[in-house]
Structures are given as C-alpha cells and as structure tokens.
C-alpha cells in the first residue's frame, strides 16, 4: 500500500484519531507505546497522541515531552483514577474517533485500519475492540493468566477493557468515565454506551500487546483484590438500573468465596466451642471439608471446559483452574472492601505512589 492509497478507505479520507495515553510513573514503557503508535500503518497526519499524567514522580514528562507533536496534560490529582485520565484526554481533542490506550500496551501496526473500516460499517456502532495479546506469557503463570482472559468470542460485545476506539460522539452522550472508579471503569462506560443505543464490536484482529509485568503473589492479590473491587462497584451501578450484568459473576465469588470461609469458619467454631468428643470432630470436619467442593469446583468439575473454551492442552487447563478457584478469595476480599466503603462513605482510591508500570525482564 502507497502512501496516497494508505490515506483513503473506500475512495474517502480516513478519519482523524485521537490516541489518548494514560499513565502514572510510567517510564519505563511510555517510549514504547508512543512509538507503536507512530510506526502504525495509518497516516501519521491522521494521528493525534495525548498522553496524560496522572501525577508520576518518575520522568513520564520528561520521556513524553521528548516526541514531538506529542500533547501532554499533566494532571496532579491527590488521587488518581483511569476515568480522570481518559476523560481529560478526550476531552482534549477534536477527532471523531478516540483510541484509548495504556502506556504499557504497544498498538499492532493494522490496527487503526482494521477497526477504522469496521466502525465505518455502522453509524450506530459506537466502539470497536480487538485482541490484547501479553508480550511475555511464558515468564510468569501470572501473564500467563493474563494472556489467557483478556479476550472475548468475535462479534457483538458487552463491554470493553482499557484499550479501545470509540466514537467521540458516544463518549459525549454519556459524559465519558466515571472518574471515581479505581477498578471495571472500563466496563461500566460500556454499559452506558450501550443503553445510549450505541454497539460495541470485537474483531478478530490484534489490537494491543500488552506486558503485565507480574512476577509475585503480592501482586497476583492485588489485582484480585481490585478486579473483586470492581464487580461489586459495577455490580451497584448496573443493578439500579435493572441490568442483570456481572450478576452470575458477583454471586459466584460471594457464594465461592463467602461459602468456603463461612464453613471453615463455622467448622473451627464447632470444633473449639465444647468439651473435645468424636461427633464434635466429626461435624467440624464435615463443616470444613463441606465448603471445599465450593471453592474448588473449576478445578474439580471444569477442566475439559477450560480445554475446549480456551484451547489449552490439560496442565494448562489445570493450572488455570487453580487460578479461577483460589482467586475468588482476594476477590471476595475486594467487594467486602466496596460494601464497606459504600457503607462508610470512604471509596478505594489509588495513591500516586504505588502506581507505576513495569516491564516482565529488566531493560537491556
């Protein structure tokens, strides 16, 4: 493809996109995001880059003010949230179409084109996502994970995660993200779109490639914690408006979770309440072991699932069943989290400090 052919789709010009960049202390993989974004096969005139900073004390600035034509808000929030980013971004610009992106994502180079021609195909279709592929899966179970639930079946789409192009006039309509949210931000923008009339699509294109960087439990909880966070917050919102989405999965880390603790927890109060005798033993451990089919059953009842749905040979798909069967409890451990602070009226917010990006092995 030539150059004046590469700024045409179908005899007409391609439309402008606004790249919006979200980032705290993301330094170490900004560059690449950026660069991706320049080394796409879509006219580079056509291409619009806002990186926003939610506050970074590393040299985010610093590397984002290094490319020209790059636009850079600096944002010094006390607490930094995604939709505060996103929004600001958007906001910023003019484009009829918006690709919002992580800084720690890299954009195939057919992307914009891909989606481009797929969007143009309906004027009701107000976003277009693809595949996110992890750059390093085999050097952490953790990516792995990732690199295993990132996507979705091709076709017409509930939501959408954190990469995305989207048409400027479907975030208008909505007001675009909530900017409260530390966790399903992403999803809850979605659903609004949705209800405004517009259609959400994924292609069976590759989209962004992504390294989560993870390399330890901690982190593993972490992001547990705040995806189990994020159900219950969207959970609120969407059940208000009669909506039945994420109810199967908010009820089956409740029941999972909460029922496999509510038996050891009873079980040892069985077990430490009275005197030592048989049938105390006897009832505490029927108690314990009762909540254990609970908690495991994706690794009891649901591997050849997993095999067929996900297209992993058998240890694969055992590993993975461990991860879907323990991770309900830091997951349980984050809507506890979100009741209390709905309760309290004291939400998760994020601290600039302990938010950065990373890469899976050190630079060279």
């Known amino acids: 493809m030539n150059n004046e052919q590469s700024k045409t789709l179908n005899g ?15 330094a170490k993989t900004l560059g690449r995001c950026i660069e991706s974004i320049r080394a796409s096969n879509y006219p580079p005139e056509r291409l619009h880059i806002c990186y926003v900073d939610g506050g970074s004390t590393d040299n985010s600035l610093a590397v984002a003010e290094s490319y020209p034509g790059v636009k850079v808000i600096a944002l010094t929030p006390e607490h930094p949230s995604p939709g505060l980013g996103r929004n ?7 484009a009829p179409l918006v690709q919002f992106l992580d800084s720690d994502t890299m954009v195939d180079p057919e992307w914009f084109g891909k989606a481009v021609e797929t969007i143009g195909t309906d004027s009701r279709l107000g976003a277009v996502i693809g595949m996110r592929r992890e750059l390093h899966p085999e050097r952490s179970i953790y990516n792995w994970i990732g690199d295993v639930e990132w996507n ?26 909530d900017e409260e949210l530390v966790g399903g931000e992403d999803p809850e923008l979605s659903r609004r779109i949705i209800r405004a ?24 909880l972490k992001r547990a914690y705040r995806s189990g966070y994020g159900f219950a917050a969207v959970r609120s919102r969407e059940a208000k408006t009669g909506s039945d989405f994420w109810k199967n999965d908010y009820r089956k880390i409740i029941i999972k979770g909460g029922g496999f603790l509510a038996a050891g927890s009873l079980g040892l109060l069985t077990l ?13 451990t029927a108690l314990i072991l009762g909540g254990i089919p609970l908690l495991f059953s994706p690794r009891l009842f649901r591997v050849e699932k997993f095999m067929k749905e ?23 451990a984050g809507i506890i989290r979100y009741l209390a602070g709905a309760l309290l009226n004291r939400p998760l917010r994020n601290r600039r400090r302990a938010l950065k990006t990373g890469l899976s092995t050190p630079e060279a």
């Open 12 to 26: 007409q010009e391609r439309p402008d996109i606004d790249c919006v960049l979200i980032g705290v202390n993301s």
């Open 88 to 94: 600001a971004g958007w906001r910023s610009g003019s």
């Open 152 to 177: 979705g079946p091709v076709g017409a789409s509930d939501c959408f995660g954190g990469d995305v192009l989207m048409r400027r006039e479907a975030l208008e309509a909505t007001g675009g993200y």
């Open 197 to 220: 009339g517009w259609k959400i699509e994924r292609i069976d294109a590759v989209m962004t490639r992504h390294d989560l960087a993870m390399s330890t439990v901690q982190q593993y």
């Open 272 to 284: 430490l309440s009275g005197k030592p005798s048989r049938l105390r033993g006897a009832a505490s």
């Open 310 to 332: 996900n297209s992993l040979n058998r240890k694969e798909a055992e590993t993975y069943a461990w991860h879907c069967s323990l991770v309900v409890l830091p997951q349980l």
